[in-house]
């Protein structure tokens, strides 16, 4: 009987180490890259439930229409940031002079009014250099903007400049979208839901593709059933305050 007794004790001690080890809430945020290309697809977008943001490019046709629409709608808008490996008018790249780096950030920021941060769209190149993301971070903490570390690439420093500069920022965890199907894309959302469940939080990035549109309509109002809270990009920030997750760093320092 004594044996029986100690053995329910020892369960009973390592069910409860589990669940403590869960994190109290898991926390999800989403964001929407490559907006301001296709109105149809922006507005369905727009149209899907809870605290989507909404990430513009500068070198699109309906840019600065589709800011002031979401923005209207009480959305978040940040600017999708061209970057080496990207191409166009507002791009960014290794060699480029600080001056014209300069002058590029505040023309996509003129065309993308009422961008609360920035995140770079593409940059795999880009985002590894130390000297302009420096010099990045400490300017967007000049213009009271936030930072989201998109990691197209590992040799990213962009979020570790970030928190050297003690910029509110946070990076991406999930791509939902890189295998486009419905099956695969919501597998990357079930992804994300487990990592939210693991460390607390998630950030998945996805696009506007009619794949991806379809499984976030059909999931979205399924999270809060899930256990899952789904909080907006700057709340997501200050539940993380600035520390990396650790798939991107040790200790909550970023590599």
């Given at each position: 009987?004594?044996c ?7 369960l009973l001690?390592?069910a409860a180490?589990?669940a403590?080890?869960?994190?109290a ?6 964001i929407?890259d490559?907006?301001?290309q296709?109105?149809?697809r922006?507005?369905r ?5 809870g605290?989507v943001?909404?990430?513009?490019m500068?070198?699109?046709p ?14 978040t808008v940040?600017?999708?940031m061209?970057m080496?490996p990207a191409t166009?008018p ?7 002079p ?6 590029r950030?505040d023309a996509?920021?003129a065309?993308v ?5 920035i995140?770079?769209h593409?940059?795999?190149?880009m ?8 010099w990045l971070m ?5 213009r009271d903007?936030f930072?989201?570390?998109s ?6 420093v962009?979020?570790?400049s970030a ?13 939902l979208d ?5 099956e ?7 992804q994300?839901?487990?990592l939210?469940?693991k460390?607390?939080?998630a ?20 999270l809060?059933a899930q256990?899952?809270?789904?909080i907006?990009?700057r709340?997501?920030?200050a539940?993380?305050?600035?520390r990396?997750?650790?798939?991107h760093?040790?200790?909550g320092?970023y590599?």
């Open positions: 009987m004594r029986l007794l100690f053995t329910l004790l020892y001690s390592g180490l589990a403590s080890a869960q994190p809430k898991a926390y999800l945020s989403l929407i490559d907006l301001g296709n109105p149809a922006d507005s977008t727009l149209a899907l439930p605290p943001t909404l990430a513009i500068p070198d699109t309906h840019a600065s229409d589709f800011a002031r629409e979401a923005h209207r709608a009480g959305k940040i600017l999708h061209p080496d166009g507002y791009a960014w790249h290794p060699g480029t600080l001056p014209e780096l300069e002058r950030l996509a920021l065309k009014p009422y961008a609360a941060g995140n770079n593409m940059g795999s190149r985002t590894a250099e130390a000297g302009p993301m420096a400490s300017e967007l903490q000049r903007l930072f989201v570390d990691r197209t690439s590992a040799a990213t962009a979020a570790r928190q050297n500069a003690s910029l509110a920022s946070v990076s991406r965890d999930v791509f890189d295998v486009r199907t419905t695969a894309i919501a597998g990357q959302l079930q994300g839901i487990a939210a469940r460390q607390g939080s950030v998945l990035i996805g696009h506007p593709y009619p794949q991806t549109l379809e499984v976030l309509e059909r999931e979205l109002p399924r809060k256990g899952i809270e789904w907006e990009i709340q997501m920030i539940e993380r305050s600035n990396a997750m650790t798939g760093g040790r200790n320092i590599k």
